[in-house]
């Protein structure tokens, strides 16, 4: 995996420096095998979603919670609002703060860089303008993005990881560091 990361945290890195106007990012990207553009663009409303998760926080979530899980170990609903995957959970934990997590399958290492690229791009221009900071680590088998604004706003973590023959993304909004 690591011989993808490198080239790929190079290309986010120029492709943070792209201009942004009326609050939509667009970037080119030229394909080396039909030496075409392709334009990704993250509008208002890709940013509105993250912005909605992150504002239904202080709520635990309740905005978006559905059905309750049947599990007698822990406070577990399903969500309306899906960041990746179709299964996405809020827990509330014994200290009365939920999470917000979503976790995909993801069958080749190619296809798990380009989904883990592709949100953490996501994250970074809806996130970025408006103060928070993203760390990157990655490992032989696992990227992570975490994004953190400060110490009363949740953190948002993006990690990829090699699980057995396959691999799993996984998006979470967590209470924030130190609480």
């Known amino acids: 995996m690591k011989n993808y990361i490198i080239p790929s945290i190079v290309a986010f890195i120029l492709a943070g420096c792209t201009s942004k106007t009326n609050q ?15 334009k990704t663009t993250v509008t208002p409303d890709e940013c509105s979603t993250i912005n ?18 049947n599990n007698q170990f822990t406070n577990q609903w399903r969500t ?4 990746i995957g179709a299964n996405c959970t809020v827990t509330l934990n014994k200290s009365v703060q939920a999470s917000y997590q979503c976790q995909t399958p993801v069958k080749t290492q190619t296809q798990t860089i380009k989904s883990h690229q592709k949100l953490a791009k996501q994250l970074r221009q809806c996130l970025t303008k408006t103060g928070w900071l993203e760390s990157q680590k990655e490992t032989a088998s696992s990227i992570y993005s975490t994004f953190v604004l400060d110490t009363k706003t949740p953190v948002i973590t993006l990690a990829t990881n090699q699980e057995g023959n396959g691999f799993s993304t996984r998006f979470e909004i ?3 560091l130190g609480l």
């Open 24 to 38: 939509t990012t667009t970037t080119t990207t030229t394909t080396t095998t039909t030496n075409q553009s392709v």
């Open 52 to 69: 909605n998760l992150i504002s239904s926080y202080e709520s635990g979530f309740n905005s978006i919670k559905t059905n309750k899980v």
């Open 80 to 83: 309306s609002t899906h960041m």
């Open 174 to 176: 967590a209470p924030p």
